[in-house]
């Protein structure tokens, strides 16, 4: 897992810090914290957003 990272490592440009849907199966789980790079698209969660998403996916279990 890359933490917190602020430059896209593919195009090197700034990664905005925003809200990226996570989708498991055609299912969208939620929005969580993440920074996406505004070229390419890639997504990155952060932290925090990682850790929601983590919480969200053992819900389901
Ligand atoms: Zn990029």
Do not use: Q, W
Not at 1 to 24: F, G, Q, R, W
Not at 35 to 58: A, Q, W
């Amino acid at each position: 897992m890359i933490n917190n990272i602020e430059v896209c490592p593919h195009c090197s440009k700034k990664m905005e810090l925003k809200t990226a849907p996570y989708n498991d199966n055609g299912k969208t789980l939620g929005n969580f914290e993440a920074y996406v790079c505004p070229s390419c698209g890639r997504v990155f969660y952060t932290d925090n957003g990682y850790k929601e998403l983590t919480k969200h996916i053992m819900k389901k279990k």
